[in-house]
Every structure is written in C-alpha cells, then in structure tokens.
C-alpha cells in the first residue's frame, strides 16, 4: 500500500500554496477530476439535480439506519437490501453512505443492494472518524491524516464492491491536519481513478472556501432542515456564490417533522436522541409548533408533513438535494413522492415566515457530537 510521507506532504503544500485551484488540479495529473475544475453548472434532467458537476436523482437516500436504527433496533438485512433496491426501480440514483456506519456494514449492505445496478448510479462514502481499518471499531476520534484517508477508501472501496466512488466525504474536519493535505490525498486517490467528486461535512466557512479553491468541491453535506436552519446564515450562501451543491442530512429531523415523534415517545437510552436537547421533553413541547405547521401545511398540500419538510427544502434551491433515511418501505414511498409537492412563490414565502416565527427550543446535538461541527482545519 502506499502511505504518503510527511515530506510528500510537505512538498505538496508548499507546491498547492497560492495557485489556482485549476492550475493546482491540472498540475497534479487530476484526469478524472478534469470535469470538475470548472463548475460551471450544467443543466439537470427532469427529475435531477446538480451537485456541482455531479449529476444526482432530486432525492437521496440515507443508509446510515440500515444496520442499527440510531443505535437500537437491528433492521432485517435482506428488508434493507430490497429496500435499496426499490428506491432505485422509483428512481432514486443516489446512496449515502459512510465508513462510520455500522461500521461498515452499511457500505457492505448497500454494495451488495447496488451491485445489480451499480453503474446506474452515484454513491457517497465518507472518511474522518477513526475507525479501526482492521476491527471496524470506532473510537471517538476523528482523523483525516492521508494514510488513514487513504486506508479509508480501499475499506470502501472493497465494501462497497466498486473500483470508485462517485462523492467522497471528509465526515468531520480534522483539526489537527490541514486541509491542504486533504485536498492533495483526495485529489491523487481522483487521479488513481478511485474517487470522483469530493465534499465536506459540517465543516467551517474558511475550510470550506480553502478546500473549494485547492480541489473544486462538488457538495457540502450538513443538518439543515425545517427544524435546524443555522447553515442560511453561512455555508448556504457561500455554496451558492462557489457553485457548491448542498446535501441536507436529517431532512426530516431524525423523524420529528414527520409527526412521528409525539410527547409520549421515549428514546432507548442508546438511541442519541435521547440525549439531544431540543428532543428533551422540556423543549419537545415547544418545538411541536414544528410539527403543527407542518400538518397545516400537508393538509392544504393533501400531503403528509414530512413531505412537506422535504419539499421545503427543495424549495430552497436548486442545488439542493435532501438525503431522508428511512427502514420502512411505506416511508420510502411517501418521501420520494415529496418531490411531487410544490409551492407557489407566494406559498413559500408564507410557509417560510411562519417558520421564522417559530424559535427551537435546545441544542441539536450531545456536546461530543457538536464539538466535531464547523472546525476550521489548521493552517500549513
Ligand atoms: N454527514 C453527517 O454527519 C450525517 C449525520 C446524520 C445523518 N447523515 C445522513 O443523512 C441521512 C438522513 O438522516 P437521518 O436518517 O439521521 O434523519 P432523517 O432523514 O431526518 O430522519 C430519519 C428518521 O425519520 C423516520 N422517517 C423517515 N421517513 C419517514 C416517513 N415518511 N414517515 C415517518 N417517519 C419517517 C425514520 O424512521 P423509519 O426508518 O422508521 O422510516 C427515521 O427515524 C442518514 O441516513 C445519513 O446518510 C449524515
């Protein structure tokens, strides 16, 4: 295996510091990745959306669930695997997937659900927790050093049944390793043929924007939804201005916009809602004016309320593309008919001021968890 040195490294930084992110990319031999150093925004299909230059389905569809639902219950695997397999005959093209899931037996379910069609679509997967490469423990760590990023991609790579991957994720900013080492690791494994298009997950502005100059990024992937809309202040707007897709995780609000959660819901222990503030019972009660305006407005729409969260985030953008995860088949049809609910202009501003109205109650995370979100990575 090859295992970058710290003087490759070195090198590499010295060598990305102050050219263009084209001349960068061309330099470093990024054949693959030549599409993508332009993001000039090519026009979708009907149904399809543009993350950067990567051609998407309107709607994802998250597998993070589909080996332990929040930690708890063990969903049956071959349940998941026709699951997969019926968003795509409904089409749905793209899966979102990380090492961390599991870990690994998300990647190992959704390889084998894909393999018959696997050219057909796109897939994610994600690196920057560190997960054991050999005994696929997690130790509540990050790390994005490049042999790790690099052990990370083979792990997927092979788990997933693929020789590449179409959107590769930094899950969380490392903050002890620079971007530029990143970038420069993500950039050889697109020149290898092994990754295609690359992202960050809940990372800051200033690393995002570094990131976007040294390798072009193709989509940002953070919480954003009706009930946690912090990113319309900051990443939101520089996705726009960089030409950056952005891929909402917890569109649904881990299932509290579907009306799903109600004040008799108790969490398993394990389950990280749980220990989640704005799901505290305290805060629960405020927050279900959430859920209140989200049944008025499926009542209007004759739509169910999560439809309409998803459909409002569609509505924010057409660089947007919501990844909802669902184990159950009827939820899986229900939300890729979300994409059938539209709002006039003068719809949408109404939902949207009545939205303001509303203040969520809590945090939205456990602290370890929210300590991992909008870290700049480190200086060269
Ligand atoms: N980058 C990151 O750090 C990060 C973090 C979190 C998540 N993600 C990604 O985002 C994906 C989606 O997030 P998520 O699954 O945590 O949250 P979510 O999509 O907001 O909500 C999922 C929850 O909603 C329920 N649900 C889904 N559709 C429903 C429907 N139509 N009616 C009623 N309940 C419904 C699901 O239960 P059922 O299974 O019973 O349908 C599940 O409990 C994940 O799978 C993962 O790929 C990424």
Redesign the pocket.
């Known amino acids: 295996m090859t295992v970058d040195t710290p003087d490759i490294n070195r090198n590499r930084r010295a060598f990305l510091a102050g050219i263009p992110a084209t001349a960068a990319a061309f330099a470093l031999g990024a054949a693959p990745a030549a599409a993508q150093t332009t993001q000039t925004a090519a026009t979708a299909a009907p149904g399809r959306r543009m993350l950067g230059n990567l051609e998407v389905s309107e709607l994802g569809?998250?597998?993070?669930?589909m080996h332990r639902?929040?930690h708890t219950i063990v969903?049956d695997r071959d349940d998941m695997i026709a699951l997969i397999r019926a968003a795509y005959e409904q089409g749905v093209t793209f899966f979102?997937?990380?090492e961390v899931?599991g870990p690994f037996e998300c990647e190992r379910i959704l390889g084998e659900a894909m393999a018959p069609f696997r050219d057909d679509i796109q897939v994610t997967t994600?690196f920057g927790f560190g997960v054991d490469p050999e005994t696929g423990v997690w130790d509540f760590t990050v790390t994005s050093r490049p042999e790790r990023i690099r052990r990370a991609v083979e792990g997927s790579l092979q788990r997933l049944g693929t020789d590449r991957i179409d959107l590769l994720?930094q899950?969380?900013v490392d903050p002890d390793v620079p971007i530029e080492d990143v970038a420069g690791t993500v950039q050889d494994l697109m020149a290898e043929g092994k990754v295609l298009h690359w992202g960050l997950?809940?990372m800051g502005p200033r690393t995002l924007r570094r990131a976007h100059e040294l390798l072009p990024v193709s989509a940002v992937?953070?919480?954003y939804?009706m009930m946690w809309r912090a990113r319309e202040a900051d990443i939101l707007p520089l996705c726009a201005e960089l030409g950056i897709g952005f891929v909402p995780?917890?569109?649904?609000?881990?299932?509290?916009?579907?009306?799903?959660i109600d004040m008799e819901t108790s969490f398993a222990p394990s389950d990280f809602r749980a220990n989640t503030s704005r799901m505290a019972p305290e805060n629960r009660a405020s927050n279900m004016a959430l859920v209140e305006l989200a049944r008025e407005w499926a009542e209007r729409k004759g739509a169910?309320p999560?439809?309409i969260a998803l459909a409002w985030l569609l509505a924010q953008g057409d660089n947007i593309v919501?990844?909802?995860?669902?184990?159950?088949m009827?939820?899986?049809r229900?939300?890729i008919a979300a994409a059938e609910v539209t709002f006039t202009s003068d719809e949408l501003a109404e939902l949207t001021t009545a939205l303001d109205a509303i203040e969520v109650q809590g945090g939205r995370a456990p602290a370890l968890v929210a300590e991992w979100s909008d870290v700049e990575a480190p200086d060269v």
């Open positions: 569809l998250g597998v993070q669930n639902t929040f969903p979102d997937c990380a899931y994600k994720y899950h969380r997950s809940e992937q953070s919480e939804s995780f917890a569109p649904l609000g881990y299932g509290f916009l579907t009306g799903a169910k999560g439809q919501p990844i909802p995860g669902t184990t159950q009827p939820h899986l229900t939300n």
